[in-house]
Nanobody
């Protein structure tokens, strides 16, 4: 599975962005999909996860209630809708594929290149 994230950019605090991750490969539907992020000088952080069917979703504490993960298996895509953005959300955002039920980046099988999100105050 090859992954490509897009949709990052510069946004003011309180604004919204929608990230997309396009996957190639026929086994996309077999994987849970994840978003992680990494801010300068910090470790990679779990953001959100969604099961292959979309029926199970969970979020990191710092984004719960503000971010929503979704997927469209017909389009081999996963999305991250980010609302009420804060300056501390500034990071490179990565999509990844792996087994469901984890929050660890070490459990991911595939990674996409990141997309930069910058939130100005």
């Amino acid at each position: 599975v090859q992954l490509q994230a897009s949709g990052g950019g510069l946004v003011q605090a309180g604004g919204s962005l929608r990230l997309s991750c396009a996957a190639s490969g026929r086994t996309f539907n077999n994987y849970a999909m994840y978003w992680f992020r990494q801010a300068p000088g910090k470790e990679r952080e779990f953001v959100a996860a969604i099961s292959w069917s979309g029926g199970w979703r969970y979020y990191g504490d710092s984004v719960k209630g503000r971010f929503t993960i979704s997927r469209d298996n017909a389009k081999n895509s996963v999305y991250l809708q980010m609302n009420s953005l804060k300056p501390e959300d500034t990071a490179v955002y990565y999509c990844a594929a792996g087994r469901i039920g984890t929050r660890s980046s070490e459990d991911m099988a595939y990674w996409g290149k990141g997309t930069l999100v910058t939130v100005s105050s």
